[in-house]
């Protein structure tokens, strides 16, 4: 059931209300005033169906980098390893 929202045209209060699809909600607000729908800007949307990829929704276990490679790595190879990856993050790490 989708949630949706209203405004009151009277006093500018908004109410958010999990209604079914052919439920059309409140029309009048506690003050007096008229309840106009808002167009809805909280959407997810979640793909489940048999065509899509097995990558869209990775298990736990798929991971970028195993901790056991990791470990294996000596410390300049760890430090390059995260400014990288900070670096694809969008974060500028020069002063």
Do not use: H
Not at 25 to 50: D, H, M, R, S, W
Request: net charge positive.
């Amino acid at each position: 059931m989708p949630l949706r929202e209203f405004i009151c045209n009277k006093c500018k209060k908004t109410i958010e209300l999990i209604l079914k699809q052919n439920e059309s909600g409140p029309t009048q607000c506690n003050c007096g005033g008229t309840l106009e729908a808002l167009f809805p800007t909280k959407v997810a949307v979640i793909y489940k169906c048999p065509g899509f990829s097995r990558t869209d929704y990775p298990s736990k276990s798929s991971k970028l980098f195993k901790k056991e490679d990791i470990e294996k790595l000596d410390k300049e190879q760890k430090l390059s390893l995260a400014v990288n990856l900070l670096e694809k993050q969008g974060v500028n790490l020069e002063k």
